[in-house]
């Protein structure tokens, strides 16, 4: 079965980003970047298909600028076999992101297509949603576990009172939570074979999607802050604020 | 043009989120439509007619929509969307997993998560976790929205007398079936609605010295949460997590025990009313959010609060 998989370069999970002073959104120069969190688990996912027999090959896709290379390549490393960048400089919304992958999923026509759930710069938890809209495939957000029997897949869910189980049909699309695996680190080796994979790139307009957006950012700020309040000395003296100060308890 | 709510709920009882959700529709003005989608839901919708501010409630009542299955439940969503401005879901897991499944089908652009409602087109919304708010406007026929429930304070369960009227379902798509459910039995409050919180991180050292919090979070009627750190060390099930990637909680008190206060937890807390740090760590961040911070051993300091509240 052929799996693909969606990765998206993002700003790293360490760095604390800064509004620019023009309120135009926030400053990425010289900001490291890296792939998002969940979707390296959504390419650690589907390595261990492949290193199960069950997956027989891994696409990996991004889109985004030039620079994703860099994570198309980690992907690579990491057990992927080759790669597709949809290159654009433009900023794109989740739909705009789910048309073009859908068109990539028209011309792979793969049987699972993984994603992370959440990009953790513009924080939509939309993009695999969208991308079952437009295909008609069955969705399985939120994996925690997922299991693939002959026609169907098993997906564990994390919702938000538990655990819910779904049974979809085939192809799917499945979304990764954190619990669903821990990802690898790529070798040195597999780096260096990396570099030798295909990777090929295309435009928006070659696949012949149009990624015309309904909304538009107005501005972006920094979010009001919060003061840092006072050290108590003791758990008594913190009863007691709680209690008359803070009126909480 | 109304505003469509997606109502919250297992069938039976009319989830909170709801409330909250209504209120971000009255903010944003015009007549408020609920929908209840699910299976033998007609308590829900009862429930539904008697919230403040509702005008209308649409049942949808069959199998296909007892678990809220996005594949069956969008489209049913779609049908309606189109004789509405604005459709708006809470940003539960549910809400989460269906409206952008609704939005990609009308060919609208979903505005996610929503903290405050500028004019009916112009919405602020948190971007990086919470680093920087985006005020966005949408030029779609349809705006679809989640709402974060945090942000907007719940409109009162009763004191409304809205229709209600059966609306015809679609059925199975055939694509996905339910195979079960394991939920977290608790008899605490539930973690996003809670007045008070108390959360554990790495700090606790492991799963059994949760019992603590949960001692302390009795004393307190509290709920508990753990931060990322503390789920991926397995102290904590994953629905417990308060963050970025897991529950967003603004209770009125919030309590960071053994937490240092990572970027991606301070996004799921910082907007709590009072929120006091327990950590042995002076510089940890979390100090610097924190209105009462106590630097201090916890496994002292928690059975010792534990005692003299």
Redesign the interface.
């Known amino acids: 079965m052929k799996v693909l998989v969606a990765v998206k370069r993002v700003v790293d999970y360490n760095v604390k980003v800064r509004v620019k002073a023009d309120h135009s959104g926030v400053d990425l120069a010289n900001v490291k970047m890296s792939m998002n969190p969940f979707c390296e688990i959504a390419v650690e996912e589907a390595v261990r298909l492949k290193e199960k027999g069950v997956a027989s090959e891994i696409v990996v896709v991004s889109i985004g600028p030039a620079q994703a290379q860099e994570q198309l390549r980690t992907a690579l490393a990491l057990g992927a076999d080759r790669a597709v960048l949809v290159e654009t400089a433009e900023e794109l919304n989740s739909l705009a992101v789910a048309k073009l992958l859908k068109a990539v999923v028209d011309k792979e026509q793969p049987q699972l297509v993984l994603l992370g759930k959440q990009a953790i710069d513009s924080d939509n938890n939309q993009t695999g949603q969208m991308l079952a809209a437009l295909t008609g495939y069955a969705q399985g957000t939120f994996a925690s576990k997922l299991e693939l029997e002959g026609s169907k897949a098993k997906v564990t869910r994390e919702i938000d009172g538990g655990l819910q189980t779904v049974e979809l049909a085939l192809p799917a699309i499945v979304t990764t939570d954190l619990r669903l695996n821990e990802p690898r680190y790529a070798s040195l080796p597999n780096i260096m074979k990396a570099k030798k994979k295909p990777l090929e790139t295309v435009t928006p307009d070659a696949l012949g999607v149009s990624t015309a957006s309904t909304v538009k950012t107005v501005k972006v700020e920094a979010p009001t802050g919060r003061q840092a309040g006072i050290k108590v000395k003791s758990v008594a003296e913190l009863v007691e604020k709680l209690k008359n100060e803070a009126k909480v308890i | 043009m109304a505003i469509l709510v997606i109502a919250e709920h297992n069938n039976a009882v009319l989830g909170a989120a709801t409330l909250n959700t209504v209120a971000a529709a009255q903010a944003i003005g015009g007549d408020i439509h609920v929908l209840v989608a699910g299976q033998n839901c007609a308590a829900v919708a009862e429930a539904a007619a008697k919230v403040a501010g509702v005008s209308k409630v649409l049942v949808a009542d069959e199998a296909a929509y007892a678990?809220q299955?996005?594949?069956n439940v969008?489209p049913l969503i779609v049908g309606l969307a189109k004789s509405y401005s604005h459709v708006l879901a809470p940003a539960?897991?549910?809400g989460?997993?269906?409206?952008?499944?609704?939005?990609?089908?009308l060919?609208?652009?979903?505005?996610?998560?929503i903290v405050a409602v500028e004019s009916a087109d112009?919405f602020k919304r948190?971007?990086?976790?919470?680093?920087?708010?985006?005020?966005?406007?949408?030029?779609?026929p349809v705006k679809v929205i989640t709402v974060r429930t945090t942000a907007f304070d719940a409109v009162p369960a009763e004191g409304g007398a809205a229709a209600i009227e059966a609306v015809a379902g679609q059925g199975d798509a055939?694509?996905?079936?339910?195979?079960?459910?394991?939920?977290?039995q608790s008899d605490r409050p539930e973690l996003?609605a809670a007045r008070?919180v108390v959360s554990g991180g790495r700090g606790m050292q492991s799963a059994e010295n949760f019992q603590l919090l949960y001692q302390l979070a009795d004393k307190?009627g509290a709920a508990v949460g753990a931060s990322?750190a503390a789920?991926?060390a397995g102290f904590a099930?994953?629905?417990m997590?308060v963050g970025?990637?897991g529950?967003i909680v603004a209770p009125?008190?919030y309590v960071a025990v053994g937490i240092s206060g990572a970027?991606?937890h301070l996004a799921g807390m910082?907007d709590s009313?009072?929120?006091?740090a327990i950590n042995k760590d002076?510089e940890a961040p979390i100090?610097?959010?924190?209105?009462?911070?106590?630097?201090?051993d916890l496994f002292e300091?928690v059975p010792?609060?534990a005692k003299?509240?």
């Open positions: 678990h299955l996005p594949e969008a539960t897991t549910n989460k997993n269906y409206l952008p499944r609704v939005a990609a089908l060919d609208v652009d979903q505005i996610s998560e112009t948190p971007i990086y976790a919470g680093n920087a708010i985006a005020t966005v406007q949408s030029g779609a055939g694509k996905s079936a339910f195979v079960g459910e394991e939920l977290a996003s008070v307190l990322r789920v991926d099930p994953n629905d997590q970025q990637t529950k009125e008190l970027i991606q910082k009313k009072v929120i006091v002076e100090f610097q959010v924190a209105d009462y911070g106590l630097v201090a300091a010792e609060l003299q509240v």
